[in-house]
């Protein structure tokens, strides 16, 4: 039977705050990264790795920093649930399952623009630009890229904006970002994806936490050493509700 987690509805300061565990045993840990925050990065660079490690050297006075992996990644403005291995037995485990398509992940965005209801699977070839960090959309019988799916249904609408929860079933780069963009919904605040940056997101914005929004809501995987299914769950960004007021109303009167 799967393990469900709700953890508090805030997210942590990223400079100030311990990063939010979620769940914790001696195998793995998931977080509740915030937004604006890199997975991995390089020396110097604010990133999730070395703040944990140093943040559970602290809490458990150790001598030097434990081992951690990321068998997944989440970009620096998603924010949401990342798992984290502590043992390279666990991440290579972990990788299998990521590997083999047995890791469920669940995802809220708030797009710009208007989904038609219902369920909608939408796939499509990408591959990486070469020397730029971000993806684009090649025909399908071209020889480059990769298949991209997902699942996508409405969960509400309001001025112009829509919530929708999204199931990937393959992890391409900026997978969600560039497939909402092709179909003329971008995610809101997405100003790589997304040439006319929607009025929601102010000059003063750019670059700061509002960035994209787009949360890694659910994860469910299986425990590395028992195989037990686990779920978990994570509440979007408290600043959701401060930007997205009359959206995430409109979701909480549907539910």
């Not at 798992?83 to 669940?106: D, E, M, N, P, Y």
């Not at 509400?156 to 997978?175: C, P, Y």
């Not at 995987?221 to 930007?243: C, G, I, M």
Request: charged share 25%; hydrophobic share 40%; glycine share 8%.
């Amino acid at each position: 039977m799967g393990v469900k987690i709700v953890p508090a509805k805030d997210n942590a300061k990223m400079t100030d705050s311990p990063l939010p565990i979620l769940h914790e045993d001696p195998h793995f840990l998931v977080i509740n990264k915030p937004a604006g925050l890199f997975s991995q990065a390089a020396k110097g660079i604010l990133a999730v790795e070395p703040l944990l490690k140093q943040q559970l050297r602290n809490r458990d006075s150790l001598a030097k920093d434990p081992f951690l992996g990321l068998p997944h990644r989440l970009d620096q403005w998603t924010s949401g649930l990342l798992l984290v291995a502590k043992s390279k037995l666990a991440l290579r485990q972990f990788g299998g399952q990521f590997q083999s398509r047995k890791v469920t992940k669940t995802y809220l965005a708030l797009l710009s623009g208007t989904l038609a209801e219902g369920t909608h699977v939408w796939e499509d070839r990408l591959r990486k630009v070469e020397g730029q960090p971000r993806s684009e959309v090649v025909p399908f019988d071209s020889d480059e890229g990769q298949l991209a799916k997902l699942e996508i249904r409405r969960l509400a609408v309001e001025n112009g904006l829509t919530l929708a929860r999204i199931e990937l079933f393959t992890g391409r780069m900026h997978q969600i970002r560039v497939q909402a963009s092709r179909r003329g919904l971008p995610v809101a605040g997405d100003v790589t994806y997304c040439k006319n940056v929607p009025a929601e997101v102010s000059e003063s914005d750019r670059g700061s936490r509002q960035g994209h929004a787009l949360h890694a809501w659910e994860l469910g995987f299986r425990h590395p050493k028992t195989a037990v299914p686990l779920q978990f769950s994570a509440e979007p960004p408290v600043d959701w509700n401060k930007k997205f007021g009359p959206l995430m109303q409109a979701w909480e009167k549907a539910t």
